[in-house]
């Protein structure tokens, strides 16, 4: 059987619908003939997105994200957002302090956990001994002229706040008698806060002879009703027995030292 009656017989078979020549040159037109045919796919009559610059009109899925479009312009809202602008930030009502000093930056709005130590501060002498007392009562120790320099201060303590006092000193007491005893305390400006009885320190010997004590001593309190602002804490002294005592501090002596601690509570 020859190749023209093959594709004549093929074209018969097929009927109206297949023309043989299209067979014969391998190759379909635009459509082919009869039935609803084979259309020509254009851009216009496409349902599929072509390579080159697609656009979708409907919600784009993707695994894990279930619109593509909105995880897209949110994440560009981050990215353009980064760098705002000073008329940006006043905008939401923020201070604007500058430059970071002490003299712009307060605590008083700062909320601090409960035991955290906000300031400490620490004042030391070592350039004199104080005055002698011979008295019974607890008295702020002094100079010779009368000056309170045996302490410390603390500023801007906040309301409620405990202030943690620690005060280390060397002393010395002596008198001719059979028994002598000196004692220590602290007072807040001119009050008392922590009393002492006047043989904190006690000597004793069966005979009336020359007592002479000398020892360095360290003290701690925590001052739990200070003022609001500044705090001023002294060193107090008392004898027994009259008994003379002092504050050994000038040089030949380890410095007078007072650290004070602001807790927050």
């Known amino acids: 059987m020859s190749r023209a009656r093959d594709n004549a017989n093929l074209g018969a078979q097929a009927g109206s619908g297949l023309d043989a020549s299209d067979i014969t040159s391998g190759a379909l037109g635009a459509s082919v003939t009869g039935g609803a045919g084979l259309g020509v796919s254009t851009a216009a009559t496409s349902t ?3 390579k080159a610059g697609p656009t979708f009109t409907g919600t784009v899925a993707i695994p894990n994200v279930a619109n593509l479009e909105t995880a897209v312009v949110a994440n560009t809202a981050k990215v353009t957002n980064y760098n705002q602008t000073l008329a940006d930030i006043n905008a939401l009502d923020v201070t604007e302090l500058g430059t970071v000093t002490s003299a712009n930056l307060s605590n008083t ?14 004042d030391t002498k070592n350039d004199e001994h104080s005055a002698a007392s011979v008295s019974s009562t607890l008295s702020r120790v002094q100079d010779a002229s009368g000056n309170y320099e045996w302490g410390g201060t ?9 202030v943690l006092i620690n005060m280390t000193f060397s002393w010395m007491s002596s008198k001719t008698a059979v028994d002598i005893g000196v004692g220590f305390g602290f007072f807040r400006g001119a ?3 922590v009393p002492s009885a006047p043989y904190q320190h006690y000597q004793y010997t069966p005979s009336d002879e020359g007592k ?11 001052d739990k009703t200070p003022d609001t602002g500044t705090n001023e804490y002294t060193l107090g002294y008392k004898t027994y027995n009259s008994a003379s005592v002092s504050v050994r ?13 602001e807790i927050a509570q």
């Open 249 to 261: 501090s000038d040089g030949s002596y380890a410095p007078f030292v007072c650290i004070l601690q």
């Open 154 to 162: 603390i500023n801007n303590v906040l309301a409620n706040s405990w």
């Open 212 to 222: 002479d004590m000398r020892e360095r001593s360290t003290m701690t309190f925590i």
């Open 109 to 122: 709005a700062i909320v601090y956990p409960v035991g955290h130590v906000i300031q400490t501060v620490q």
């Open 48 to 50: 599929f997105a072509p």
């Open 191 to 193: 009050s008392v806060i």
